[in-house]
């Protein structure tokens, strides 16, 4: 939906509200996407989640119970360019700037996922729509009787309270500050009727028809103002020309005004709106169910329902519902394609074939359809439709997420794998997989394990104001360590110096972007990435048999990036030998980062 100009007149004469210590819905998915915007290295996962979380705060402080609804990944990258302008146009519509098209930003690999881990982090609560995500929103605050946050005009004309969360803020007792809008309240002052709303909707949502498409009808009815369609003015007007006059009425002047205007066409359309809207007033969704009821969710003996609920309790990774129901995944990059289809295996009991669409950046350009089979055996187990067809109670125990790893790449150490941290081990399993399929990527490895080392050891043992020793002088003084993989035996000292010396990767200038920045050397990592999303999807399906990646405390595109092309230009015999020399200052810091490498080489050279 697109009305220039209805937020702002809808919300000028609506008195402020508090909202503390109270249940709300919160549409996460259009108040999230202009919060974490791509750098052009890639995906700035820490930068990504403090953002989320400096943007959710005030919720938390107003210790609102949040329920945050997303939308499923959606099929086609035009669709989410469209959505980031739509979003860009709203906010700037609520705060008087001016939008511009190159403000547009994309979701790229991971963001979603950070998304998620940080609302869990926050003691907040999400779930992911198996359908239409702006109905869901609505039905489950109806079912909650509570407000509905978000930055979608499509709630103006539903049932529900709604908050636009663009004009919201904390005051001084951390109340959250609101205007509360209500369709009733709109009905009343200007003596509409709901057939009257989707008349107006029909009329000046420019989704519907395009912008000039009724010009001729408004200068005829002394509608449209000088100054264009986005002004109040145009839209008080409008809405009381509707008021006043019967929707028959109206219908026959647009057959008399419009030279093109086809009344089959418009009543169609508008019999289509008037049934969303009717289906808004649903809250009887399996999602609403599930909220509400948890016994609802639970899994009984050939679940006809075992894929909605495996989604619902985050069993089943949210990119699986489109692969899962059209047969077709969109993938950035060919090499992590087997790792879907062997997904896609498991949720179909190997008996239909997947087809890959290769996504590309351009959305207009061509897309590559690759018909899939499967190169992986089926594991042993019995079932009629899916391995979860009974639920996951059992499916660790099954080994589906090794049997993956293990027939893909031959041969793999779980036991020493088991020698890492947790938090590391799928990293590890990423690693292996990506260097096994690719050639020559030595630095790229390095340069990836130093960025979790930095993210998920040095940012958080650091000092707070910095008043540990930083000296890097005296590295002569330093005692030498070979390798540790246990993180606690690195001292936050060390991490204090080793910030120091490497804080400068974490961040660029244009003047440096200008140099440096080389598309064909960032593919890799782009690659990399999929393969690490992709294998987490996989070991979340397979029953979590490994911690999940925390993306906030393992990737940073920028220090890894930086990191890889200084390793490039530094002169040094091999790339591990410039960290080396870089960190010598931290010798615990080296040392985790060695005895991690190590594992990981151990495991790479069992197979060549």
């Not at 609505?138 to 079912?143: E, R, S």
């Not at 969303?276 to 016994?295: A, H, P």
């Amino acid at each position: 939906m697109r009305i220039p100009g209805l937020t702002p007149f809808l919300l000028r004469d609506l008195k402020t509200s508090k909202l503390k210590d109270t249940t709300v819905v919160i549409d996460g998915e259009n108040i999230l996407t202009n919060v974490s915007k791509v750098p052009h290295f890639g995906c700035e996962s820490d930068k990504i989640a403090n953002s989320v979380k400096n943007h959710l705060i005030k919720f938390k402080k107003a210790k609102l119970d949040c329920y945050f609804v997303f939308k499923r990944e959606i099929d086609d990258d035009k669709k989410s360019l469209d959505r980031s302008r739509a979003d860009a146009r709203l906010r700037k519509a609520l705060t008087g700037e001016i939008y511009k098209k190159d403000e547009d930003t994309h979701v790229r690999i991971c963001t979603k996922d950070i998304w998620f881990q940080t609302v869990e982090e926050m003691g907040f609560k999400y779930t992911v729509s198996d359908g239409d995500h702006v109905t869901e929103c609505i039905a489950l605050a109806l079912k909650l009787s509570c407000p509905l946050i978000g930055n979608n005009m499509q709630y103006f004309f539903s049932q529900a309270e709604y908050v636009p969360e663009l004009k919201t803020k904390l005051d001084k007792n951390d109340n959250l500050l609101c205007q509360i809008y209500t369709l009733s309240s709109f009905l009343e002052k200007y003596n509409m009727t709901e057939e009257k709303v989707i008349l107006f909707i029909m009329l000046s949502d420019l989704h519907i028809y395009k912008e000039n498409h009724f010009k001729k009808f408004f200068e005829h009815n002394n509608i449209l103002c000088p100054s264009g369609r986005s002004t109040s003015t145009f839209l008080e007007k409008l809405i009381k020309f509707v008021a006043q006059n019967s929707n028959e009425d109206i219908i026959n002047r647009l057959s008399h005004v419009i030279e093109f205007f086809v009344p089959l066409d418009f009543l169609y359309k508008k019999n289509r709106l008037k049934t969303l809207i009717q289906n808004r007033k649903n809250t009887d969704t399996k999602m609403t169910l599930y909220v509400t009821d948890k016994t609802k969710c639970q899994f009984t003996v050939m679940d006809p329902d075992w894929f909605e609920k495996g989604l619902f309790c985050k069993y089943i990774p949210m990119p699986y519902i489109n692969m899962y129901k059209s047969e077709t995944v969109q993938v950035r990059e060919k090499i992590s394609i087997p790792i879907v289809q062997y997904a896609f295996d498991l949720l179909t009991n190997f008996k239909h074939k997947m087809n890959a669409q290769k996504r590309n950046l351009n959305p207009c350009s061509s897309k590559d359809i690759l018909e899939c089979e499967s190169s992986i055996p089926k594991p042993e187990y019995k079932a009629t439709l899916s391995v979860f067809e009974n639920g996951w109670d059992d499916i660790k125990q099954l080994n589906l997420f090794e049997h993956f790893v293990t027939e893909t790449l031959q041969t793999f150490d779980f036991e020493r794998l088991g020698r890492v941290p947790a938090d590391c081990r799928l990293l590890l399993v990423a690693l292996v997989y990506y260097s096994r399929k690719k050639s020559d990527v030595t630095l790229e490895i390095y340069s990836i394990l130093l960025s979790y080392v930095m993210l998920s050891v040095v940012t958080e043992k650091l000092s707070k104001d910095g008043s540990r020793s930083k000296n890097t002088k005296n590295v002569s003084e330093q005692l030498f360590i070979d390798s540790l993989t246990d993180r606690d035996l690195v001292t936050a000292a060390d991490c204090d110096i080793a910030w120091s010396i490497m804080k400068e990767y974490f961040n660029f200038s244009n003047e440096e972007l200008s140099h440096i920045l080389n598309w064909n050397a960032l593919q890799p990592f782009t690659e990399f990435q999929c393969c690490l999303k992709e294998l987490n999807n996989l070991n979340q399906l397979c029953g979590s048999q490994f911690d999940r990646t925390v993306y906030s405390r393992t990737y940073n595109s920028t220090i890894v990036y930086k990191i890889f092309n200084a390793m490039k230009k530094s002169g040094c015999q091999d790339g591990f030998q410039f960290i080396q020399n870089k960190l010598r200052p931290a010798p615990t810091v080296l040392a985790y980062l060695s005895g991690i490498l190590g594992i990981y080489e151990s495991i790479y050279h069992d197979y060549n």
